[in-house]
Structures are given as C-alpha cells and as structure tokens.
C-alpha cells in the first residue's frame, strides 16, 4: 500500500503537467515555440468552407509530386483568402477562409494531401490537412503561438517558481 501511495506521488505532478501541456512548460523552453491543443473551440469550422465548384481547368499553380493535382491560391490574409484545387475531376473544390488574419502555410504533404495554416489572429491557427481525391478534411489541430506564454512563464517563474525555473530566494 505505501508503495502504491509514494508511486502515485510520484506521477501526479506529471499528470497534471501532461494536462497543461503537451512536452515541457514554456518556462524550460529555450525560445518562444508554437504549441497544439485539443481542438476546443477552433474557429476553422465556421470560418471554412468547402464547395465543388464546376469550372473549367484554372491556370496551373503549386504542382503536387504527381504532377497531376495543384493548387492556386488567392489572397493570403485579410480577412479573406481562396485556394482552388484541381485534382484531374471535372470540377475543382474551392476551399475559402474567412475572418482570417493571414495564411501562412499551404503545401503539398504528399501526392494527394494538402497541409494548410490559417491564422484566426496572432496567437491561434488551424493546421488542416485536406485529401484532395476522397475531397475531405482528414484532419485539423489547434495551433497556438507560445511567445506570450514564454514571456509570461519568464516574468513569473523567478517570483512564483516553476518546473524549469525555480524561485529566487
């Protein structure tokens, strides 16, 4: 029993810290870094649309490794932005952000997803990963920019104390 109880001693402050966040505290990082959560809350759902639009073939743009599938993307930040996506269909898919502060990422992750990062504001984003063939978003993650909460942590570690920093005497 006392071994049961100084072994959920021990792993308790590690539950905890695995709740507040996913690796180290940013206060044993050693610059500001992007961090993910849970998808709480993530404005991608009502500010993405997703439609099949039939259109004629547009003018190249980003090339996928198979050389049959691209991308074109118009405008990159606000508040809105484009991406028309032509996958060898007799339609293209229109994917269009709204209520956006910039469009910082959009890649070819392989021969048919799509990686895209739109930022809802300067501290939150989205990473979605479209499948370009089934036409579907096959995956989305809260994205968060960790340079206020480094500046925070730094400030206030030496006062309070944290993992990485300890509190001056």
Not at 130 to 137: A, I, L, R
């Amino acid at each position: 029993m006392r071994y049961l109880l100084g072994l959920l001693a021990a792993t308790l402050p590690l539950t905890i810290h695995a709740d507040s966040w996913f690796g180290l505290p940013p206060d044993c990082w050693a610059k500001p870094r992007n961090y993910h959560e849970l998808n709480r809350d993530d404005p991608w759902k009502k500010n993405v649309t997703i439609t099949r639009i039939n259109a004629k073939k547009p003018r190249p743009g980003v090339y996928s490794p198979n050389r049959g599938y691209f991308f074109v993307i118009e405008g990159k930040g606000r508040p809105d932005a484009k991406i028309t996506v032509y996958a060898e269909k007799n339609h293209v898919i229109e994917i269009r952000f709204t209520a956006l502060h910039a469009m910082t990422e959009t890649r070819w992750i392989n021969e048919k997803l799509l990686y895209m990062r739109p930022w809802w504001g300067k501290i939150a984003a989205t990473d979605i990963i479209y499948d370009v063939e089934k036409e579907m978003v096959i995956h989305t993650e809260s994205v968060m920019d960790g340079s206020i909460a480094f500046q925070q942590y730094r400030e206030s570690c030496p006062k309070q104390g944290c993992e990485c920093i300890k509190k001056k005497q």
